[in-house]
């Protein structure tokens, strides 16, 4: 099981920090991807995180304004959302593919689980 939070309402340029906890998975050997899906839009990835190196990949639209980690003590990976913008908003998931020693990518079909998503509005 996937749980997110850290979700809610933030004034533009704001920040925010999403949390992806775990149950029954052991975070840091899968990737990890972060989603969002504004009201009429389709699901789009924005941010991973591999688990055979750690690498991360960012939407270009996010880049330099979100960072992904992971810590492993806590089973849980971060999405750490700065200078936040009104089209930021969206609902955000967390999802992971099952496979072990993987690099990740921002399809959804690379995810096999998914969380039930936090909802992030930014709006002054």
């Known amino acids: 099981q996937l749980v997110e939070s850290g979700g809610g309402l933030v004034q533009p340029g704001g920040s925010l920090r999403l949390s992806c906890a775990a149950s029954?998975?052991?975070?840091?050997?899968?990737?990890i991807g972060w989603f969002r899906q504004a009201p009429g839009k389709e699901r789009e990835g924005v941010s991973c995180i591999g688990s055979s190196d750690g690498s991360t990949h960012y939407e270009d639209s996010v880049k330099g304004r979100f960072t992904i980690s992971r810590d492993n003590a806590k089973n849980t990976v971060y999405l750490q959302m700065n200078s936040l913008k009104p089209e930021d908003t969206a609902v955000y998931y967390c999802?992971?593919?099952?496979?072990?020693?993987?690099?990740?990518?921002?399809?959804?079909?690379?995810?096999?689980?998914w969380g039930q998503g936090t909802q992030v509005t930014v709006s002054s």
């Open positions: 999802a992971l593919d099952r496979g072990f020693g993987s690099t990740c990518g921002l399809a959804i079909y690379e995810y096999d689980y």
């Open positions: 029954g998975f052991t975070l840091d050997v899968h990737a």
